[in-house]
């Protein structure tokens, strides 16, 4: 499962970056995860839990954050959201994988162009941590 990795990626980068900034205990750590990326929040929540016991970073509190996914029409300019589009759940899991193909199964619901940016919704990122010097 992604979610086992992508939370081992997390808390090592969290450790990494604790190390940089001189954090003798790190208290929060703020995670956006773009809804592109159609994480199983509860399976990667768990895996957080799991991992930070290990790491020694049992104190932590991770907080979750969702970025909607948002699309930009380069023809007309028209503005959408992903949880608007009507997808078969194989087609959203294609589109987590490689968002790239969103512009197969995917058109500006205004004009149809199958032309269109991605401009919020991708990736998973440590927005911040905080923590004791």
Known sequence: MHEWALAEAVV???????KEKGLK?????????GELQQIDIEIFK????????ERNLENVEFKLETIEAEMMCRKCGYRWK???ES????????????PEVAHTFMRCQKCGSPDFEIISGRGVWI????GVT
Request: no cysteine; glycine share 0%; charged share 35%.
């Open 12 to 18: 090592m980068s969290v450790l990494r970056i604790a």
């Open 25 to 33: 205990e790190v208290k929060e750590v703020v995670i956006k995860i």
């Open 46 to 53: 768990f895996a957080l839990s799991e991992l930070k016991s």
């Open 82 to 84: 992903f949880k608007d």
């Open 87 to 98: 997808l078969s759940e194989d087609v959203k899991e294609a589109i987590h994988f490689i």
């Open 127 to 130: 927005e911040s941590i905080s």
